[in-house]
Structure formats: structure tokens, C-alpha cells
């Protein structure tokens, strides 16, 4: 396999768990989802889902930042509108989804590098 081929798939794999974590983590929460279950959502063996994250910690801090990254171009893209002042803040206000669900992401990982349970 050519190194692009291997990095698009890598890519791939990585999509697809992150994608079962969200839904999970969305559902359970951080302490009510665990590998086995990542695995059985996204349809791979727990050893694979190990090949692509080393742990929990990991997917979720992967999915942080995606959400970062996400509510970062939403919101340069707004500031780069040709909207009025009114009309800008109508979208930023739109775009909080993703700044909650960031947010959400980030007290998640400081509680459990904290130890402390967190709310599912």
C-alpha cells in the first residue's frame, strides 16, 4: 500500500471511531462508554480500535479538537460575511451548538484526568 493509500485509510478508521464515540459519549458519557463498547458500535474487534487510539482519553481529545477546529471555521466565516452587525450575531448565536458541544468535550477531559465521575 502506497503511503497515501495508507494515510487515507488510516483517516478512514479513525473517522469512522471517533464518529462511534460522539454517538456513544453523546449517549452514556465519558464514564458510561468503554472500548468494548466503541468497538462493538463501530463494528471492529477491540484490538483494532486499539491500532488507531491508544485510549479513551485519546478519542476524546480528538474530538475536542475536531469541535474546536469546527467552531473556529464557523465562526470565521461568519466574521467574514457581508452580514450586518445584527446578522452576524444571529450566526454566531447559531454556531454555540458547537462551542457548547466543544466545551462540553473539554470539561469532560479535565474531570477525568481529575478523577472526578462526570454526568452522563
Request: some cysteine; overall charge positive.
Amino acid at each position: 500500500m502506497t503511503g497515501e493509500k495508507k494515510a487515507s485509510a488510516v483517516r478512514y478508521h479513525r473517522r469512522a471511531l471517533l464518529e462511534a464515540a460522539d454517538r456513544l459519549l453523546t449517549e452514556f458519557g465519558y464514564d458510561g462508554m468503554n472500548m468494548n463498547m466503541l468497538a462493538k458500535e463501530a463494528n471492529y474487534s477491540k484490538a483494532t480500535v486499539y491500532v488507531y487510539f491508544e485510549s479513551k482519553d485519546e478519542i476524546v481529545r480528538a474530538l475536542c479538537i475536531e469541535r474546536l477546529k469546527l467552531m473556529r471555521r464557523e465562526l470565521a466565516l461568519v466574521l467574514k460575511s457581508d452580514a450586518d452587525t445584527d446578522g452576524k450575531l444571529a450566526e454566531v448565536c447559531r454556531c454555540s451548538m458547537s462551542s457548547r458541544r466543544a466545551m462540553a468535550c473539554i470539561s469532560t477531559l479535565r474531570a477525568s484526568s481529575a478523577g472526578v465521575p462526570t454526568p452522563t
